[in-house]
């Protein structure tokens, strides 16, 4: 269902991740895409007969006091252009029908295909913005960066401006099998092209080398690390005294963005007990989803990633803030990520399930290792820009 109204009141919604709107609950009067009025729900404003008319015109959702509404969730690692063969999806699968009203796309093109990519996405319901990949060709091979002739500062900063209302950042793979010999050179060359147009830039970590002490030393605060919590050798926990390695720490501790980008490989859920124990939260959550990794597991959607937070102890506050205010920060998507008057009216309805023992959910992470929960999150409704849809997950 979809309506395209993009004016709408939702009534007697129980707010997640606005701290000022916690333990409430309001009202939210959206006109022509944007959030215009929040108030409680036991307030009548509508004292004046301009305001009446627009009350009974509207049309409305009730959430009757049960459902959640937080600001739209963002999913700030994806892969969804759909003509790339390693990694495709098709964006309102993991967008809107998910309860994701924002995706990002994780450097599946460069400035040859970026183009294409742009002009694909023009009329699809979900809000898509993309990471520029720092080799010109995207992923059409899994070692994009092993050839520093794909790798041009000119081009990655000119084709940037071009589209500066889609590219919202950079995205370097910093993996032995990307890169090839080149080791640490591709990420130096990543920070060249920020110096001339700053943007976020999203560095991928994996396979040794370059080594992720090297990586670190790079990166500056701001910077976001994705694959936080890989299980890898070369990821952030030292697997013989299982500590979290320095120069990990190091990195956190001068402002670097660690980001979960599950995917296939890269979540482990003892990697992320670990740091958490020892004061290494992720700054956001995201999935690294395309179609293999969401039809055949581990990654399946957004809502399943997230409730892996849950079961590692997360309070539903921060898994949620991990998906709204956090990104749109990470990313500087303006008007994003709070439930607030003036902002664009993107807004995510789920509800809680607390099943039994008999009914809990099997989640498993990168390596295959399984955990059972009990309490589940279910999007029920996508708000886009004043336009709702009923959540389909596959």
Not at 56 to 82: M, N, Q
Request: charged share 20%.
């Amino acid at each position: 269902m979809r309506k395209n109204d993009k004016s709408l009141i939702i009534k007697n919604a129980k707010v997640v991740g606005n701290q000022s709107l916690k333990e409430k609950l309001v009202n939210i009067l959206i006109l022509n895409g944007i959030i215009s009025k929040i108030y409680p729900s036991n307030e009548n404003i509508f004292d004046t007969e301009n305001y009446k008319i627009i009350y009974r015109t509207l049309p409305s959702l009730d959430l009757k006091g049960t459902s959640y509404i937080s600001s739209g969730w963002i999913d700030a690692h994806v892969h969804c252009f759909e003509e790339i063969e390693l990694y495709f999806e098709i964006p309102d699968i993991i967008g809107v029908n998910s309860g994701v009203t924002t995706i990002v796309d994780a450097g599946s093109t460069g400035a040859d295909n970026i183009g294409i990519f742009y002009e694909k996405i023009k009329n699809i319901k979900t809000n898509v913005y993309s990471l520029l990949n720092i080799s010109k060709t995207g992923i059409i091979a899994q070692n994009e960066l092993s050839n520093l002739n794909n790798i041009n500062i000119d081009i990655a900063v000119e084709t940037a401006n071009k589209y500066s209302n889609f590219i919202i950042g950079y995205k370097a793979r910093m993996s032995k099998t990307v890169v090839g010999e080149n080791g640490i050179i591709p990420l130096l060359m990543a920070k060249e092209i920020q110096k001339n147009k700053y943007l976020p830039i999203m560095c991928h970590i994996g396979s040794f080398p370059p080594s992720l002490e090297e990586i670190t030393e790079i990166l500056e605060k701001d910077d976001i690390i994705t694959h936080c919590f890989n299980g890898k050798q070369n990821g952030i926990l030292d697997n013989k005294t299982m500590m979290i390695k320095s120069c990990a720490t190091r990195a956190y501790e001068k402002g670097v963005l660690f980001d979960v980008g599950h995917g296939k490989d890269s979540f482990n859920f003892n990697v992320s007990k670990v740091a958490k124990n020892n004061g290494i939260i992720n700054f956001t959550i995201s999935t690294d989803i395309y179609n293999k990794n969401r039809v055949n597991g581990p990654v399946y959607n957004l809502a399943t990633t997230m409730e892996k937070f849950l079961y590692l102890g997360y309070s539903l506050e921060e898994v949620i803030s991990s998906v709204t205010i956090k990104p749109a920060l990470a990313l500087k998507l303006k008007n994003k990520g709070l439930i607030k008057e003036g902002f664009d009216a993107d807004l995510t309805i789920f509800n809680i399930e607390n099943v039994s023992e008999n009914c809990a959910k099997i989640l498993i992470d990168s390596n295959g290792n399984k955990v059972k929960t009990t309490k589940l999150i279910k999007p029920i409704m996508t708000v886009v820009r004043g336009n709702y849809y009923e959540c389909q997950l596959l």
